[in-house]
């Protein structure tokens, strides 16, 4: 079984950076893509990055584009998305995510089978 679990958000303003974490049980967690989805009160779930296995593929919704970085550290079990410029559209709860492949990113949910329990972050304007 895999269990993952993110930590990192809180209460930041407008402008400002936070960075989130996501640490994975089990020793396969170097063998599978990872993802970053995010669900704002009221709207569907949303992707907002993914990266390959080893780290040499990334890919980012176009609305964090420029702003938010992906990375993985599998040593440490742990995968990262740094996010800097933060504005309030960016406001939810952001969910990690272990993809059903090694390399292929994909923006599909479905296209993913173990979720975190989410962490809350806030962008105050």
């Known amino acids: 079984q895999v269990q993952l679990v993110e930590s990192g958000g809180g209460l930041v303003q407008a402008g400002g950076s936070l960075r989130l974490s996501c640490a994975a049980s089990?020793?396969?967690?170097?063998?599978?893509?990872m993802g970053w989805f995010r669900q704002a009160p009221g709207k569907e779930r949303e992707f907002v990055a993914a990266?390959?296995?080893?780290?040499?593929?990334?890919m980012y919704a176009d609305s964090v584009k420029g702003r938010f970085t992906i990375s993985r550290d599998n040593a440490k079990n742990t995968v990262y998305l740094q996010m800097n410029s933060l504005i309030p559209e960016d406001t939810g709860v952001y969910y990690c995510?272990?993809?059903?492949?090694?390399?292929?990113?994909?923006?599909?949910?479905?296209?993913?089978?173990?979720w975190g329990q989410g962490t809350q972050v806030t962008v105050s304007s």
């Open positions: 995510a272990r993809a059903k492949t090694p390399i292929f990113l994909d923006g599909s949910s479905s296209s993913y089978d173990y």
């Open positions: 089990g020793r396969t967690f170097s063998s599978y893509a």
């Open positions: 990266i390959s296995w080893s780290g040499g593929t990334t």
